[in-house]
Nanobody, 119 residues
């Protein structure tokens, strides 16, 4: 099993910044894609940003120009730098990883971290 542990959420004023981190742990695994999703109560989880092992990225329209996803493959860690935050960015943010473990594919999710943008 590959576990994901997130950190970095919290309360920030509009226009502020936060940096989320997510570290994968376990044994005998490799990760292809890592990403961040968000979910509001009663709504479906939606993609914020994703990054491949080669560094290619894709962003939701709402994140383009404000958020930057990056990863450290040696540390199996993905980051989400969020700038110019808006109240509508408030949600629980989840880390996601897709990869291979002992020849079988896996998908793992973090426990979620709350991001609240409010004055």
């Amino acid at each position: 099993q590959v576990q994901l542990v997130e950190s970095g959420g919290g309360l920030v004023q509009p226009g502020g910044s936060l940096r989320l981190s997510c570290a994968a742990s376990g044994s005998a695994f490799s990760i292809n894609n890592m990403g961040w999703y968000r979910q509001a109560p009663g709504k479906q989880r939606e993609l914020v940003a994703v990054i491949t092992s080669g560094g290619s990225t894709n962003y939701a329209d709402s994140a383009k120009g404000r958020f930057t996803i990056s990863r450290d493959n040696a540390k199996n860690t993905v980051y989400l730098q969020m700038n110019s935050l808006r109240p509508e960015d408030t949600d629980v943010y989840y880390c996601n990883a897709f990869g291979w473990k002992l020849g079988s594919p896996f998908v793992s999710w973090g426990q979620g971290t709350q991001v609240t943008v409010s004055s």
